[in-house]
């Protein structure tokens, strides 16, 4: 108990830094602002961009081609580093080519217009802000108030993009009941009645990089069990990176973060998936390298008495 104790209390003080953000000024105390540009009309080329940043910190975007009519460009607040608990205030990889996803089904179909959509550790909320251009409407979700107070800053700096007015900030814990146990106005980022009844008709989720404890891997399908047994049907369109770690008792460099995940979709429990093929969906975000170790995975739930 007191060992799991301290890993915990070492967790919370490490400091970590997303790829995304390398080169970057460090130690940064005030928020940083990205700004992401992504072309809606012309097929992006699928060919990788190293990050360049001007002396100020700012992402430095490559020029366009003139014939280029329509573009999207989102401002982003995030940090620079964070402690575990808090990875949520930064841009990480599979969140990009999860945004790289959404754009792409924009750009190519209506598979996500009109539609009900919940974004689940959503940290910054750059997905659901992205899907919120065409969906009815967008519940971005995430744990904690510091969180959820930079995710509804991003929300309210891209306002002026959304389909609606129905795009909202919540907080869903995965280690508490769902639907919550008291409804209304506590906080902010409380549930109404009348939004759980909304979430219940959502067809799509949307999560990236979530899975990298086993503990909150568990809670996390717990609560798609929830948010996923409805008559509605549904689909949650998940981006991860697979994290490898030497570990003693394997005596071998593993990702059991991403082993345990997949149990998940090889158990008898009613979660199906099939991973998507990145390699004919273009990277329309030029700010980051996609690496060999991000996946995305569209995943099912069947219930029992379905």
């Known amino acids: 108990m007191e060992s799991?104790?301290?890993?915990?209390?070492?967790?919370?003080?490490?400091?970590?830094?997303?790829?995304?953000h390398l080169g970057c000024p460090p130690n940064n105390d005030a928020p940083f602002i990205s700004h992401f540009t992504f072309s809606l009309e012309n097929e992006p080329t699928c060919h990788n961009h190293l990050i360049h940043i001007d002396q100020d910190g700012d992402l430095i975007l490559p020029r366009r081609d003139k014939h280029i009519r329509h573009s999207t460009c989102i401002t982003i607040q995030h940090n620079i580093t964070s402690?575990?608990?808090?990875?949520?205030?930064?841009?990480?990889r599979a969140e990009l080519v999860l945004a790289d996803y959404v754009l792409h089904n924009m750009f190519s179909s209506s598979r996500f217009s009109g539609v009900v959509a919940i974004e689940l550790g959503a940290g910054t909320g750059l997905v659901g802000i992205l899907i919120a251009q065409v969906a009815e409407s967008v519940f971005i979700t995430d744990h904690g108030v510091e969180v959820l107070d930079n995710c509804a800053t991003n929300v309210h700096i891209n306002s002026g993009m959304f389909r609606s007015k129905s795009v909202?900030?919540?907080?869903?814990?995965?280690l508490n009941p769902w639907p919550p146990l008291q409804l209304g106005a506590q906080t902010r980022y409380s549930w109404t009645p009348s939004e759980v009844e909304e979430v219940s008709r959502a067809s799509v989720l949307l999560a990236a990089d979530v899975i990298y404890s086993d503990e909150l891997t568990d809670a996390f399908f717990s609560i798609l069990e929830k948010l996923m047994c409805q008559d509605t049907e549904k689909v949650l369109y998940l981006a991860l990176e697979k994290r490898y770690n030497f570990t003693m008792n394997d005596l071998d460099v593993v990702a059991n973060g991403y082993s345990h995940f997949l149990?998940?979709?090889?158990?008898?429990?009613?979660?199906?998936?099939?991973?998507?093929?990145?390699s004919v969906i273009p990277q329309y975000v030029r700010e980051y390298e996609r690496g060999n170790d991000v996946e995305l995975w569209e995943i099912n739930y069947i219930a029992e008495n379905n």
Not at 4 to 20: F, T
Not at 83 to 92: E, F, H, K
Not at 265 to 277: E, H, I, S, Y
């Open 4 to 20: 799991k104790l301290r890993d915990r209390e070492n967790e919370a003080a490490e400091e970590v830094m997303s790829e995304v």
């Open 263 to 278: 149990s998940y979709l090889t158990a008898n429990n009613g979660f199906t998936g099939k991973c998507v093929d990145l």
């Open 168 to 174: 909202k900030v919540r907080e869903l814990d995965w």
């Open 83 to 92: 402690t575990i608990p808090s990875v949520g205030l930064q841009v990480w």
